[in-house]
């Protein structure tokens, strides 16, 4: 069969442009958004009197065929059939005949390709919202067990203050937090339907495209034309909000791979998401985060090369717009399989507290409570500074830590110290002594999980309703 739309044409289409230009390769993600657009396109020809209903339901159900074949592997998507559009409606034709070929009555590829797309992504956001909550489960049930596990806080990652390590979890409890929101927001720009739009101007055939809005469960239809088949505004935004969640796991894929290290040995990862050396047998390499971390650039990547495309196109659709679908793919694959494997890798690992303890005994991580407790005694901060670290320096100097250091010794550097010092320096006491709401006290941290568990049961509940809507 000649090329749908060939009868201009006296050439047939040189073999190499044909596979330069042809999406079918990777544009075949969207086979079941194509169809389920074009099964709603159909009946509101059909619902408008622009086809009869006899012809609406011989393409209904060759559509659902073709859906059938694909979803058997049976179909074949060859280059030559260009993109998914050609190649689901040539199947069509020679599934049904001519009257196939009035599917695409009051429509452009432009229009319809935009909106596979919004289907898809519709999609993609409910299940990455649904992945950001299992993966927030993660830590919460580690912040849980380890309510009395403190390990050093780090600043420039050098020891800085003890804190709760559920305090730490529940940082990262929060980022994920503010992912889901920035998708649930982003979800309102993908919810319009461009369908109708046409080529760039509208159609001449009376369309109702809020019957086609109803019928593919869109909110909103794109009220300008142009703008409907040139924007791609919600896959940048999508793209932007996976390269921010995929800062946040490479983030926490860095702690991980410090703390399981000889120099850490804070936690070990299981042995499920870990790999082994082919020449050092005594190997146990954390593969994931480090894959993880590694696969962040790709993400940013695909951010970078879809705003570039975009920076300098004139309205409406150009071919330069093919290269939007690629990246956006290969962002759902990979943000995909991270968010997988983190959930179960955070649940199965195994927190070392003995390790914790011991590098919050043998640190200055309590300074900043001795200048706190001078302080509070009528010391001007400045002066409790300065006299904290001349102490810190007399320990380093002597070999000490400073709840080593005598009462005399204490004294030395100042007359306010007493007895009541050495409790206000126990790990626990540095802890709980922060007891301001998102601070690391234990009460402020178990109110954080109270919380995060209720945010938990709102977002599975909003999963829910609008998996729901996005079928």
């Not at 596979?19 to 159909?42: C, N, P, R, W």
């Not at 190649?87 to 009035?102: D, F, R």
């Not at 090369?305 to 330069?320: E, F």
Request: proline share 3%; glycine share 6%; hydrophobic share 40%.
């Amino acid at each position: 069969m000649s090329k749908l739309w060939g009868g201009r044409f006296t050439k047939q289409t040189d073999q190499l442009v044909e596979e330069y230009t042809a999406s079918i390769t990777f544009d075949k993600e969207m086979a079941e958004e194509d169809i389920q657009g074009s099964l709603a396109h159909v009946t509101m020809l059909g619902h408008c009197g622009i086809l009869p209903q006899e012809d609406v339901e011989k393409i209904k159900e060759g559509l659902l065929k073709v859906r059938e074949r694909i979803r058997r592997g049976e179909h074949e998507f060859s280059v030559a059939d260009e993109d998914i559009h050609m190649s689901v409606e040539k199947a069509l034709i020679n599934e049904i005949g001519p009257v196939g070929g009035k599917l695409h009555t009051g429509r452009s590829r432009n229009d319809q390709v935009a909106t596979d797309m919004h289907l898809y992504l519709r999609k993609r956001i409910v299940e990455f919202v649904d992945l950001l909550r299992k993966l927030q489960e993660a830590p919460i049930r580690q912040a849980q067990a380890n309510m009395d596990t403190i390990p050093p806080g780090y600043t420039h990652l050098q020891r800085a203050q003890p804190i709760l390590f559920a305090h730490h979890l529940m940082a990262y409890v929060a980022m994920f937090g503010r992912d889901i929101e920035r998708l649930q927001d982003s979800y309102k720009r993908v919810d319009m339907l461009p369908l109708g739009a046409g080529a760039l101007a509208g159609t001449t055939f009376p369309i109702d495209r809020w019957y086609t809005a109803k019928l593919l469960n869109f909110s909103r239809v794109y009220e300008n034309s142009l703008d409907a088949v040139s924007d791609r505004d919600f896959i940048v935004e999508f793209l932007s909000n996976a390269a921010l969640i995929m800062a946040h796991l490479s983030r926490l894929s860095e702690e991980l791979i410090l703390w399981s290290s000889t120099e850490f040995q804070f936690v070990e990862l299981d042995d499920a998401f870990c790999t082994g050396s082919s020449i050092m047998p005594q190997k146990k390499n954390p593969d994931v985060p480090e894959l993880v971390r590694g696969k962040t650039g790709r993400v940013y990547g695909h951010l970078i090369g879809l705003l570039t495309v975009l920076k300098s196109l004139p309205l409406a659709y150009n071919k330069d717009m093919q290269e939007d679908k690629e990246g956006m793919f290969d962002t759902v694959k990979t943000l995909r399989g991270a968010l997988q494997l983190f959930a179960p890798m955070i649940e199965t690992m195994k927190v070392r507290k003995d390790r914790m303890r011991r590098a919050v005994d043998q640190d200055f991580s309590n300074a900043t409570d001795i200048a706190d407790f001078l302080a509070a005694k009528g010391m001007p901060f400045r002066q409790a500074h300065e006299v904290i670290g001349k102490m810190v320096l007399y320990c380093i100097q002597n070999g000490k830590f400073l709840l080593d250091l005598t009462m005399d010794e204490f004294k030395e550097f100042s007359p306010l110290f007493d007895e009541t010092i050495y409790q206000v320096l126990q790990p626990e006491s540095v802890v709980n002594a922060r007891n301001v709401y998102g601070g690391t006290a234990a009460s402020q941290v178990a109110a954080a999980i109270e919380r995060a568990e209720a945010e938990l049961a709102r977002t599975a509940a909003w999963v829910e309703e609008y998996a729901e809507k996005s079928k």
